[in-house]
């Protein structure tokens, strides 16, 4: 089992930076496919990108492809999200998530993130 803490959420300008931590505990961090999500208000969770367990493959959504780096340090059990070039739609609160699957494949089903944090909110004001 891993537990996930989100950090750095914070209210930050059009076109502004924010880089989001999420520290993981738990020997086999290594081994998970990690996740990023966002949830906006009255929305449904989203998938925002993720990264494989050996941290050579990303994938993104769409809306963030070039303005948002994913990227994980696992001597430090942490992933991070850089978020460059903000809009205020990416008002969210953001999730990081971990995935136990065995693949070596960049994992972005909902359903396959077995560990959740609790969220950090990022406002993006216009």
């Known amino acids: 089992q891993v537990q996930l803490v989100e950090s750095g959420g914070g209210l930050v300008q059009a076109g502004g930076s924010l880089r989001l931590s999420c520290a993981a505990s738990?020997?086999?961090?290594?081994?998970?496919?990690m996740g990023w999500f966002r949830q906006a208000p009255g929305k449904e969770r989203e998938f925002v990108a993720a990264?494989?367990?050996?941290?050579?493959?990303?994938y993104y959504t769409d809306s963030v492809k070039g303005r948002f780096t994913i990227s994980r340090d696992n001597a430090k059990n942490t992933v991070y999200l850089q978020m460059d070039s903000l809009k205020p739609e990416d008002t969210a609160a953001y999730y990081c998530?971990?995935?136990?699957?065995?693949?070596?494949?960049?994992?972005?089903?909902?359903?396959?993130?077995?560990?959740w944090g609790q969220g950090t909110h990022v406002t993006v004001s216009s």
């Open positions: 990264i494989n367990w050996r941290g050579d493959l990303t």
């Open positions: 738990g020997r086999t961090f290594s081994r998970y496919g």
């Open positions: 998530a971990a995935s136990p699957v065995s693949t070596d494949a960049v994992i972005t089903a909902l359903n396959l993130f077995a560990y």
